[in-house]
Antibody
């Protein structure tokens, strides 16, 4: 069974940085596009970033372009999100998800990022 | 960019009833790219329907999806207590705002 486990969330001051990790289990990680999706408090789901199998293609929502970087290490079955210049509006639960059949499936349990002074 | 609109925003139903959730796209989309998710507080979102009408692995047959073009529907026949959650439709990198299905 495919599983994803995120880590790395926490409290960070505005302007600070944080690196999220997502460990993948139970499927050939290197064969799939992967994504990060977030949910701000009281809001809906918002796609953040995509990465293809060999990191040659990366896409971001406009609000994080130039601040966030998605990456992966296929040897470690891991996905990452480096978040710099964090803002209060980046406060959210961040989920990693596998892209499969044009869907997000499965999802990790999420990691909370709080940007506050 | 395509915008997805979901209605109603909140749906109050009783267990055993039939729930109909709507997702409307701002322009025609390919059915292959329309999915539905169930999201409960504190849990990972869960894929329910992909390709507009295909149930994901392990999803009970009381869940069904239909539609084409710009109008899509998720139907839950015979609501069970565990079905009360927020449901999102999705196409490519766009999610709808969600429908909260609550117990009446």
């Amino acid at each position: 069974e495919a599983q994803l486990v995120e880590s790395g969330g926490g409290l960070v001051q505005p302007g600070g940085s944080l690196r999220l990790s997502c460990a993948a289990f139970g499927f050939p990680f290197s064969s799939y596009w992967m994504s990060w999706v977030r949910q701000a408090p009281g809001k809906g789901l918002e796609w953040v970033a995509n990465i293809n199998q060999d990191e040659s293609e990366k896409y971001y929502v406009d609000s994080v372009k130039g601040r966030f970087t998605i990456s992966r290490d296929n040897a470690k079955n891991s996905l990452y999100l480096q978040m710099n210049s964090l803002r209060a509006e980046d406060t959210a639960v961040y989920y990693c998800a596998r892209r499969h059949r044009n869907c997000f499936d499965p999802w990790g349990q999420g990691t909370l990022v709080t940007v506050s002074s | 960019d395509i915008v997805l609109t979901q209605s109603p925003g909140t749906l109050s139903m009783s267990p055993g009833e039939r729930a109909t959730l709507s997702c409307r796209a701002s322009q025609t989309i390919i059915s292959t790219y329309l999915a539905w998710y169930q999201h409960k507080p504190g849990q990972a979102p869960r894929l329910i329907i992909y390709g507009a009408s295909n149930r994901a692995t392990g999803i009970p047959d009381r869940f069904s999806g239909s539609g084409s073009g710009t109008d899509f529907t998720l139907t839950i026949s015979g609501l069970e207590p565990e079905d009360f959650a927020v449901y999102y439709c999705q196409q490519f990198n766009t999610f709808g705002p969600g429908t909260k299905l609550e117990i009446k």
